[in-house]
Structure formats: C-alpha cells, structure tokens
C-alpha cells in the first residue's frame, strides 16, 4: 500500500436570517492571488478528511496545521506531506495561524465548542473560513457568526457538503419545480448505530494534549477519558448530540426542499436515553417537530419532523439517514447516497431523469467562491438556519416542552429557561469568549 492509500486511510426570513441571505459578500478576487494560503485548525478524523480534500485542489496550500494534541498535528503535518503538499507550519495555538497575514482561509473542524468562536476571530483577522456543521455550540454563537461574517465581508462556508452535490441538488430543483406539487411536510431521518461510550470518571490527560487549551472557552471541567476525542459530541458543555453531529445534514436537506428561509414558530419533542446507560448527555432517541406557519392559510403551512435513533439499523427505504418529502401530488425518497423515488397521489412510481449535474466539490466551491468574489453555496446565513434548529431541537428535548418561537426577534417566549438555553456560559475572562454573548 503506497504512503498516501496509507494516510487516507488512517484520516478518517428571520432578522439574522433574511439579512444574511441578501448579503453577497465584499470580497474582490483580488484579494487572493493564485496560491491560496490555508490554514488546518483541528486535526482529528475530520480535519485529515477535509486536509486530504482541500490538498487536493489546484492551486491551495496548507500552510499550517493546528491542534492541541501534539500527536494529531504531527499526524496531519506528515499526511499533507503524503498527499503532495511542503510540510506545513505545525501549532497548537491557533492565534499564531490568525496572525499570519499571508495566510488566507482557515479551516475550522474542531469540536463543537470552539466552532463559532475561531471562525469568528478567523472573521475579524480577515480570512475566509470554511467550517464544519454545526457551525455553533448554541444559537447565539450562530447569530454571532452570521454578523461576523457581514462585517468582515469574508466568504464563510458550512460545512453541509450536499448543498454542493449535483444528485441532492437535482432532487431539490424538482421538488421546487414542483414535481410532487406543493411540498408541505419533509421528514428527515437520522438512524444509525452509535457506541456506548461507557462510565467515566476525571483522570489525567494525556501528556500529548493541552487540555486547557482544549477546553478554551468552555467551563472547565476535569479530563475525562469519555468526554476528549469524539466522545465529546455527546455532553452539553462541548457538543450538540447526534442531532448537531450528523442529522444536521437531513435538517438542512429538509429545510432547503420544503423552501423555508426562517427559524419555526412551533418547536416540540419528546425524546431521551433509552439504549445507552452511559454517561452520554444526550438523548439516544428523539423525535422534533417543527412548524412553519407562514400566513397560516391552508397551503402555505410547513412541517419539518426529525427523527433519531443512534441505536439501530433502519433500511425500510433502502438507506439509513436520509429525506422524505411529502407534496399535494406525491411524495419523494431521498438519501443523498444515491437514492430518489418518487410516487404519484396513488401511489405509482413516477419516472424521473436523476442523472446529476457535475458540480465542483464542496472545498472546491468555497475556493471558487473566495477567486470569485462571491457567496458560496452554503453560506453561512444558510447553516446558521439549519443549525439552529439543532439546538432549539435539543433546548425542546431537554426541557421537555413545547417551544414558541419569534422568527422575527429570533426568540423564545413565553419559557425563561428555554430562553436560557440559547446561549451558554463562558470561562471567566477567556480571549475567545465571542463579543455580544
């Protein structure tokens, strides 16, 4: 097996809303010259993943790799080596990648917590971000990284990649061409298995890794074998549960077929832990519920259902995660692995044409997006609104209420610590607190 099969295969209308999805960016292509300059901040699996595709590219350089696991940098500095590219800058403090003024873009595939907070001071230092999903810890950070983002005038991209795959693209210009007439209701369905991750106590962190400087803004709490490397997507201080992890992508599928450019007005869930007796924080099943009331005449109503589990296979429709979408003239069956069905009002198959378009990849776009001057195809006032209902899910589930929500002043009324709930609490003094939490 040759060195580089060898590291791929080791890599593993809202206020802030409608504002940021009339904002085209301020970008000039000249802002860039034909080598971009990139920086890697979070080395984990999915930070080798997006290092091997953004090497890749033409004309695209890392030239940092950061991470406060020393282990994990050097692992990335070697792989981008392996994949063709000079041995980058390797770091553990990601100020000194922001400091760089040759530097151009960062790439932000840290965990959750640290999500918004670098892609907003990576804004503020003057380079493009591409993000990973969700694009924040809390709906507040999200508000926060969409204004960033206006004000900077950088081009900040999400990390929901079908947005940039010409069979999802495809399927969702036939719903909007009406292919199964109005689409009212899309069901996005998040069912996979996921380990338990046990019983844990506080420990020592390993010597390899900062762990203050892995905790950054977040409340400090001790080390704890099952709450570091991944396992942290499923405690509160650190991730967003499985419904920020993975079935954002099914949300943001949802979102973009039914049409909707604004947060719900009706949020309601019932979910918790019924597999996994573990530390986990997060529910193992869920069902969420949103409503999109527009004018609240008949036909101009949406319904958006999400439904999890992390503990079981579910293949009815021959995928696991994936889309349904229901209109006054059929319905569609979507997995962006492959899969499109489509049924008449009876019942009986329609033929369609699925043959995609070519589209650049999604790294791709957000290059083509920065040369070009403009927005990339998931810009961030899009995953801010997808995102968001990651976390209004999750305020819904763990209160264990229905939730009334103003699209306009984007708030929860009626329910204080709901309302709490869309903002967090931050380390004493941090210098990566984001400003306006």
């Not at 994936?322 to 069956?333: A, R, S, V």
Request: hydrophobic fraction near 35%; aromatic fraction near 8%; proline fraction near 5%.
């Amino acid at each position: 097996m040759s060195n580089r099969r060898t590291f791929l295969k080791q890599g593993g209308a809202g206020v802030v809303g409608a504002a940021a999805l009339e904002w085209a960016g301020t970008t000039s292509a000249a802002d860039v010259d034909a080598s971009l300059k990139v920086g890697l901040i979070g080395c984990g699996g999915r930070g080798l993943g997006l290092l091997k595709d953004f090497a890749s590219l033409k004309g695209v350089e890392i030239a940092y790799v950061c991470d406060p696991d020393r282990l994990r940098a050097g692992a990335a500095s070697a792989g981008a080596k392996l994949v063709g590219q000079s041995t980058p800058k390797v770091v553990d403090d990601f100020r000194r990648v922001l400091e760089d003024k040759a530097v151009d873009a960062v790439i932000v595939a840290t965990p959750d917590h640290w999500h918004a907070p670098a892609a907003i001071l990576a804004c503020d230092a003057g380079k493009h971000v591409y993000v990973e999903k969700p694009c924040s810890h809390n709906f507040r950070e999200g508000q926060l990284l969409v204004e960033a983002a206006k004000r900077s005038g950088r081009v900040v991209q999400h990390g929901t990649q079908s947005r940039s795959d010409g069979f999802v693209t495809h399927a969702i210009k036939l719903l909007h061409d009406g292919l199964i007439g109005d689409v009212l209701v899309a069901k996005a369905i998040n069912v996979q298995r996921r380990a338990n991750i046990g019983h844990a106590s506080p420990g020592t962190h390993p010597p390899n890794l900062d762990y203050d400087l892995w905790v950054g803004p977040a409340p400090f709490v001790p080390y704890q074998s099952n709450r570091s490397h991944y396992t942290w997507h499923w405690w509160y201080d650190f991730g967003t549960g499985d419904m920020g992890n993975d079935g954002v992508h099914e949300l943001d599928i949802a979102r973009w077929g039914l049409g909707v450019d604004t947060h719900p007005s009706t949020v309601a869930s019932v979910g918790g832990k019924y597999v996994f007796d573990d530390d986990q924080q997060f529910p193992d099943t869920q069902y969420v519920l949103f409503e999109y009331p527009g004018d609240a005449k008949p036909g101009h109503r949406r319904q958006l259902v999400f439904e999890m589990r992390i503990w079981s296979a579910y293949q009815p429709e021959g995928f696991e995660n994936g889309n349904i979408f229901y209109g006054t003239d059929g319905w569609m069956i979507l997995s962006k692995n492959g899969t499109m069905k489509v049924f008449d009002r009876k019942g009986k198959p329609v033929p369609i044409e699925t043959a995609p378009s070519k589209r650049p990849g999604h790294q791709q776009e957000f290059v083509n997006a920065i040369r070009e001057g403009r927005r990339p195809t998931a810009e961030i006032g899009l995953g801010f609104l997808s995102a968001a209902l990651c976390h209004l899910g999750n305020i819904s589930t763990r209160v264990g209420r229905t939730l009334h929500v103003d699209p306009a002043s984007e708030q929860i009324v009626g329910d204080d610590e709901a309302a709490r709930l869309l903002r967090r609490s931050y380390r004493e003094g941090h210098w990566a607190t984001p400003r306006g939490v």
